[in-house]
């Protein structure tokens, strides 16, 4: 299917199912899963089958066992993830800890180690095109006090919206429609991006709310802008949830925000994170 023929009966029986099949109800997307070394069928079937619809899906182990990260990598290879992206605070499988550290500041540009608020984003919308980040899981040790709360919303859905208010969505197909400036500290080149892509045929957004270290090509300024009021403002389609202990959540990239939050003297948020340039199928 052609989603681009937004016209087409076959897109409006996506478009409809998309909107229509959407709920806001963790119990609906939350799969336990008994070992994450042997998952059963009927778990990995219920993956399946969340994923495959909403492009999300949280997980609960009711087994935990002791080594966290050959846990978490376990639970990444049933949902099929790989090709994992290396950063300089990732290990050699790509697996990162994500928590508040005061004296990574020059690192906060880039990588939620702060306790701050964290605006609407897909994940690697500062990568290359050919570089994409496809999926990303998050897996929570010690969720914080207070705060820490995750928003969700399905890029797919932002795409039917806009084409339901808009119907000029090859705008933000454009090849430039951003460009991140080159960073020398770190050695990274400019990258331009489009907002919407097909990457594999499937639908990839790159998106970011932040101002900073991004600059929109003036020619879809009020397509940009129109974008990010329907993000923030179709609260009917965002999906709230603190992930707990011993809680996960995988995505194919959709857009997402977090709260701030405040960690007390005896107890750091702490999760880990795996982005993949492969897209979670099962």
């Not at 109800?25 to 990995?44: F, G, R, Y």
């Amino acid at each position: 299917m052609n989603i681009l023929v937004n016209l087409s009966d076959n897109y409006k029986r996506w478009a409809d199912g998309k909107l229509e099949g959407f709920t806001d109800k963790i119990d609906d997307l939350l799969v336990e899963i008994n070992n994450p070394l042997s998952i059963s069928t009927a778990e990995k079937s219920q993956i399946n089958q969340i994923i495959k619809s909403k492009n999300v899906v949280f997980f609960d182990v009711n087994k935990p066992i002791p080594d966290k990260k050959k846990q978490i990598k376990a639970y990444a290879s049933i949902f099929g993830m790989g090709d994992y992206e290396l950063d300089s605070k990732s290990d050699t499988d790509g697996l990162t800890e994500i928590k508040h550290n005061k004296k990574t500041q020059q690192d906060i540009e880039y990588i939620p180690y702060s306790d701050k608020q964290l605006n609407w984003h897909t994940d690697g919308y500062y990568n290359s095109q050919s570089n994409s980040i496809l999926s990303w899981l998050l897996y929570c040790v010690c969720p914080s006090d207070d705060g820490g709360i995750n928003k969700y919303m399905d890029h797919e859905i932002a795409y039917i919206l806009y084409n339901k208010n808009y119907q000029n969505i090859t705008k933000l197909m454009i090849p430039d429609s951003y460009i991140i400036p080159e960073n020398k500290s770190n050695g990274r080149p400019e990258v331009k991006n489009p907002v919407f892509s097909f990457v594999n045929n499937r639908l990839n957004m790159k998106f970011s709310m932040r101002e900073k270290n991004i600059i929109w090509n003036e020619k879809i300024t009020e397509e940009i802008n129109n974008l990010k009021n329907i993000i923030e403002s179709s609260h009917d389609y965002h999906l709230t949830y603190k992930l707990q202990a011993g809680q996960g959540v995988v995505t194919n990239n959709v857009i997402h925000m977090r709260t701030a939050f405040t960690n007390s003297k005896n107890k750091n948020r702490l999760l880990y994170r795996l982005r993949s340039k492969i897209r979670v199928s099962c």
